[in-house]
């Protein structure tokens, strides 16, 4: 019996992948489970147009991705923290403080999307990657300077 893959399935496959499972399998597990549909020619033809927009719309998500990463090149930030005499500040600069701080400068960057190679506890320099898509990322420096 030939299934079409809902979501992922460890063992069997991938989401929008036609499998062939055993008959029982398929119409007493899979498919009540809503893990998978019967594969027929509309179902197949269904998933091959569903497939086609799904790439369309990745490639124009890459496209802005990718414009952004070229804006974004130039961009040096300036995070104002509290710190003390030595230099350390009180708590840590967060992926929210420089979402907003690329927000200000006009550029709308998700908070989880924002990772950091040291985290920022000190006075300093430090570069923030971004993750724009998974195959457009950008390193923004920024500054944390007290107030």
Partial sequence: ???????DIKGL??????VNVK??????????QGFAIQATESAKKVLAE????????????????????????S?????????GESGKIFGKVNSIQIS?????????????????EVEPKE?????AN????KEVKVQVPFEVVAE
């Fill in 100 to 116: 907003d701080a690329l927000k200000a400068k006009g550029f709308d960057v998700d908070r989880r999307r924002i990772t950091f």
């Fill in 123 to 127: 006075l300093g320099e430090y570069i």
């Fill in 130 to 133: 971004l993750n724009l898509h």
């Fill in 23 to 32: 008959p029982g399998f398929g119409r007493n597990y899979l498919i009540p």
């Fill in 13 to 18: 496959g991938e989401q929008n992948d036609i």
């Fill in 50 to 73: 569903n497939i086609k927009q799904a790439q369309f719309k990745q490639e124009k998500i890459k496209k802005d991705a990718t414009e952004l990463a070229g804006k974004l090149e």
């Fill in 1 to 7: 019996m030939e299934v079409i893959l809902k979501q």
């Fill in 75 to 83: 961009v040096k930030l300036s995070i104002g923290a509290k710190a």
